[in-house]
């Protein structure tokens, strides 16, 4: 990947980390930003569906089975405006799940950019088996040099 790549990508991550802080969930927030051509052209975060209480925890501080996730957000997101995703970069704060990596493939995103790993691989699995680039840029080191590892 090139220098001028990994600083857009670094960058795009940072932003989808910061629009993360909009979630009401307390056990995690995540943020995803859908990026075509250099231009952001949708956004998510995890949360409950529109009218619902912004409460995604339960009394026992498991998450609500109807919370939705920030990368089918930002796609739901674009299904009701004028843009397109095909051949998009998303950009998501944690790695996505299988019923994430389903909505990712049949939106047309080509590529996507992570910053946390999860336990569970089969959402990342079933993106490089779709041919979707799949790059997991680590938080935690600030040396771009040292900070992705392509999967």
């Not at 051509?37 to 925890?57: A, H, L, W």
Request: proline letters at 3%; one cysteine or more.
């Amino acid at each position: 990947m090139d220098t001028k790549q990994r600083k857009l990508d670094e960058r795009y991550l940072r932003m989808a980390r910061v629009w993360a802080e909009n979630s009401y969930c307390t056990r995690r927030q995540v943020g995803a930003l859908v990026v075509k051509d250099k231009m952001i052209i949708s956004d998510g975060y995890n949360g409950t569906p529109s009218g619902f209480e912004n409460i995604c925890e339960d009394e026992n501080n498991l998450t609500k089975p109807y919370v939705l996730h920030a990368e089918a957000n930002a796609i739901t997101k674009l299904a009701r405006s004028s843009n397109n995703s095909d051949g998009s970069t998303l950009y998501v704060t944690a790695s996505p799940c299988i019923e994430c990596a389903k909505l990712i493939i049949q939106a047309g995103i080509k590529r996507v950019v992570y910053g946390e790993k999860y336990r569970l691989t089969d959402g990342i699995d079933l993106l490089r088996r779709a041919n979707i680039e799949v790059v997991y840029m680590n938080p935690l080191t600030t040396d771009s040099q040292d900070n992705t590892e392509e999967i």
